[in-house]
């Protein structure tokens, strides 16, 4: 039986960089982790608002949250850290120490992390928006401007992950299908000849894929098993053929393809 605890993500941004230290969190599968995002916490009232919804937790679980943090001003964290919880602090735990061993005070400014690593709101908001519009073969122009474009058959995640890079790594990443077509022509699409540096291809395992596609087209030749295991058969040929680099989603998370994906297009920068 699994132990209830409530764990807080509590920032005075977005609460992205928060969110992403709560990955920790996997690592302890016999707890069930109630979430609640309190972003944009960046005022007195909004801190005392947190801290009564911190103490609620805690009567209703019969014991003490977890918080997860990350507030720049230092009066925010101080009084936040009046509620009972357990807190793992950004800015205490990691950012202030380096700056001791650095010699220097460390930025605290909303949005620091994004931009430190090159990747700003307005990048990433480009990136999102070409990604949005370049989605399954949405449209051929304009892909002289993408970093990577996904292919592989229809249903391997193409598209969650070319959001997920655009989102978080302000990456512009377009997507294309390959479909039946292609395979009768034995050929990827034309339109990609010119951009065969920029390809990086997803495969999965047929039962997983036969898996999604029921969901989506029950008892259809299109989520048909044998379909599924011709055309994944097919396309890792011709991917492999025009020397396209491949990861196999059916067990990796979108970060971790992301992580894959951003080596390769490191590597071909450098």
């Known amino acids: 039986m699994q132990i209830q605890r409530t764990v807080f993500f509590i920032s005075d941004g977005t609460g992205i960089t928060a969110g992403a230290l709560g990955q920790l969190l996997a690592h302890f599968p016999q707890t069930h982790f109630a979430q609640v995002r309190l972003p944009f916490t960046d005022s007195n009232q909004k801190i005392e608002d947190a801290k009564q919804r911190i103490l609620i937790a805690k009567a209703g679980d019969g014991m003490r949250p977890v918080v997860i943090m990350s507030l720049g001003n230092i009066e925010h964290r101080a009084l936040l850290k009046e509620a009972d919880a357990y807190y793992i602090d950004l800015f205490s735990t990691f950012i202030d120490p380096l700056g001791v061993e650095l010699a220097q005070e460390p930025l605290t400014g909303k949005g620091i992390a994004h ?121 890792e040929r011709l991917m492999k053929a025009a020397g396209v680099p491949c990861a196999d989603s059916t067990s990796r998370s979108i970060e971790e393809l992301s992580a894959i994906i951003l080596q390769k297009i490191r590597n071909h920068v450098a």
């Open 115 to 235: 931009s430190v690593m090159g990747n700003t709101y307005n990048e990433r908001m480009e990136a999102i928006n070409f990604t949005l519009g370049h989605d399954d073969g949405m449209t051929h122009g304009g892909l002289e401007e993408a970093q990577v474009i996904l292919i592989g058959v229809s249903r391997c995640g193409k598209t969650p992950t070319s959001i997920f890079l655009a989102m978080q790594f302000g990456v512009k990443a377009a997507n294309y299908p390959l479909i039946p077509e292609d395979f009768e022509r034995n050929a990827l699409p034309g339109v990609l000849s010119k951009h065969t540096d920029k390809l990086f291809g997803l495969t999965i395992k047929p039962e997983r894929l036969h898996s999604v596609r029921s969901e989506r087209r029950p008892n259809s030749f299109y989520a048909s098993l044998d379909n599924c295991r011709n055309e994944i058969a097919t396309a």
